[in-house]
């Protein structure tokens, strides 16, 4: 709260842009917000849709929403606020040509230029140089754009829709945040810098010791990072604007003189700051009202707006006003009721009345009193409409282009989290001045381990299908598919039984409608659909008398780092018929960062059985044809190292393990420990996804049975070739099968290399099948095949 009234009186903003969750100076961001106490923003153009994943199998969209939820959490630790553009991180790119062939840069340009008129900033940093130093073609993109914008902002006749809603503005300056990153190192004595390695006494910490804690929130990608203490010197470059001489932020007026009439506010703020009591910030409640009155009179503008909201923040904190709205439930159903509890508490005793609550259709006045340390507690049963929207987030809601979300409402661009399913807004007149006070409606509930927790509030449809594997791939091994789906509350769906449209019919999308049925709150119904009645198309599933559209997945993604996440899709089910075939029966899978290609095994026709560190210390693993390990196994399964020795057994004895790619993070002490050979990883990829793959050795076994690969099984892929390929091996042990390159690059073998081991196979592959493969594509299934049936072909 004192830190609160003392950035009262300062009146400048910064904001960083770069293009990832994680990309950001997180001890940066923390020294401007709390040391300097400038309002501070953090624009990452994605939300790291296209990363990998070191928590859980999510991937894409999915993986989007962990990250997105993850930043938020890193930005209330460090005090900045968080905001996205549209762009998609569509993975790995090696230059920002590539990236804008994905992007549209027009499109993503505006929302950089939108996201600066919105803030407001004084002054723009990137984290990342226009010229490449950064790496990743979508680092190097950010700070193009971000430049780009930098003057773009200022000019009406960008752009100018934005107009009705912003107006332009022109920061003071650019700097380009520079750094030295592993054998990079972009800084020189002669820059520009200062240091942010403080310690602040008044949170008991360091800037260091604060950023430590936000970036450590970045779990799904293993940044979990030891806190720093001491000087820690931040450098800079100016990209755009006059050059700072003596401080960041020179030139820029940071107190009230940049608001007409604003002298005054200065003083009342320095009189309340120097007689503050930690003990009872109540005391300072009726000047916090007086000051809020004094800002009301400003002009309108900018700041007068953000220290009206800063001010009616510190008002509720130095009052000890506590207001909840909860309910019971979790899901609120279309065409149900639920029950809303608001809860007020007076904890400190100031001259407070509740004068109103909205909610919805709700709009109800009172005039009660809250005395101090008594609860009052109000209730109301809600009737959920089916005009009530589910609970989405705005940038899911349409359908995406390769490398964009599409969001047709341009003032939830930059926006980073979902909408709350309920925003109740409490009317409190404290010391004779009505304030609103907006609070999202949450579950609310106790859990053994964790106490108390809150939890979003998700509306959902009266009808909500399991989540299913949405590829069929028809072999002679499958029967079929089941597809569930739970009624949220007592219905009768109406219509005759399932419909099954014949086969041979012309429309490559039909819907798949099922009716007929009755059910209880929570039942559910599954509908069994057998292989014979589906066809190769696209099948949109739902229930009676909905045809135009597939009915809703509900996915729900649980971590404790993070508030649960629930999104919904369409229950699509895409049936695939192409040439596969397979040998060998029994798969092994050891289950490394997450990934969805044990899925696909069991589609082609095998029995897989997962693999943790008890399964293999106890089972025969002799009965398996194939060993497969996940994605980063060996970064993220610190006891396989354990196995080396009976794993290279198993493949001298015939066995066939086949490794997908690792990283070269954290693996230096079991590289060693992989193959029967030696081989190192290295960052080598191949991004392009069209990239033409060279047969090195067309007879190979590999390329022949039981599928014949021909070029036409690389046509299709998803987002890129190969990534974290192996090098540094001797011919004389490994076979190389593929060469690859992305444009403008030389050949590369090591996206597949194979060894010869005793009676067996052992295999080290960068081909990124964990994404093939759940996209259904042919060429990729048919080539897997063939990996796992290396060891068989004597035997067919």
Known sequence: MYLALRK????????????????????????????????????????????????GNEQGIELGLIRTQELLSARRIDGAEQFFSRAFDFGFSKNPQETFTKWDREKILSDVVWVIRKFQPDIIITRFPTTGEGGHGHHTASAILANEAFLDAADPNKFPEQLKFVKPWQPKRILWNTFNFGNTNTTSSDQFKFDVGGYNPLLGKSYGEIAATSRSQHKSQGFGVGASRGEAIEYFKTTGGPAPENDIMDGVELSWKRVQGGEMISK??????????????????????????????????????????????????????????????QFAVQTDSIRINFFLNNRLGVNATLKNISVDALDSAFNIPLTKNKNVLLGRIFYVPLSKPITQPYWLQN?????????????????ADVDPAYLTNFTV?????????????????????????????????????????????????????????????????????????????????????????????????????????LDPRIYKINTAPDSSHGGFIQKSITYDH?????YFKEAILKVEKFDLKTAGKRIGYIVGAGDKVSEALEQMGYDVTMLGDKELSRNNIQQFDAIITGVRAYNTDIWLNNYYDKLMKYVSEGGNLIVQYNTNNFISTVSSKIGPYKFDIVNRRVTDENAEVKFLNPDHTVLNFPNK????????????RSIYHAANFDKKNFETIFSMHDPGEPDDEGSLIIAHYGKGTFVYTGLVFFRELPAGVPGAYRLFANLIALNKQKAF
């Open 399 to 415: 359908k995406m282009e390769e490398g964009y979300f599409n969001v047709k409402d341009q003032q939830k661009i930059g926006q």
């Open 429 to 533: 007149n404290i010391e004779g001045q009505d304030f609103n006070f907006a609070k999202p409606v949450k579950y609310k509930f106790t859990d053994p381990v964790k106490g108390e927790v809150y939890e979003p509030v998700v509306i959902i449809p009266q009808i909500t299908f399991k989540d299913f594997n949405p590829l069929y791939i028809k072999t002679e091994k499958q029967d079929g598919v089941e597809v569930s789906f739970t009624a949220n509350k007592s219905l009768n769906i109406p219509g005759a039984p399932t419909v099954f449209h014949p086969l041979n019919s012309k429309p490559d999308t039909l819907p798949l409608i099922i009716g007929g049925v009755s059910l209880s709150k929570k039942q559910v119904y599954t509908e069994s659909i057998t292989d014979k009645n």
């Open 562 to 566: 993070i508030p649960f996440i629930n």
């Open 709 to 720: 690969i021909t070029p036409q099984d690389f046509t299709g892929w998803i987002q890129e």
């Open 268 to 329: 009342i703020i320095d009189s309340l700051t120097s007689s503050f009591d930690l003990l009872h910030p109540e005391n300072s409640v009726k000047g916090l009202v007086r000051l809020c009155k004094a800002i009301n009179v400003l002009p309108d503008g900018y700041w007068k707006n953000q220290k009206l909201k800063e001010v009616q923040q510190l008002v509720e904190q130095c009052s000890g006003l506590f207001l909840d709205a909860t309910t019971m439930d």
């Open 8 to 55: 009262l009186n300062v009146l400048g903003s910064v904001l960083y842009i770069a293009a990832h969750p994680d990309d950001e100076n997180t001890r940066l961001l923390a020294y401007f917000s709390k040391d300097r106490m400038y309002r501070t923003g953090y624009l990452s153009l994605t939300r790291g849709d296209g990363g990998q994943n070191l928590i």
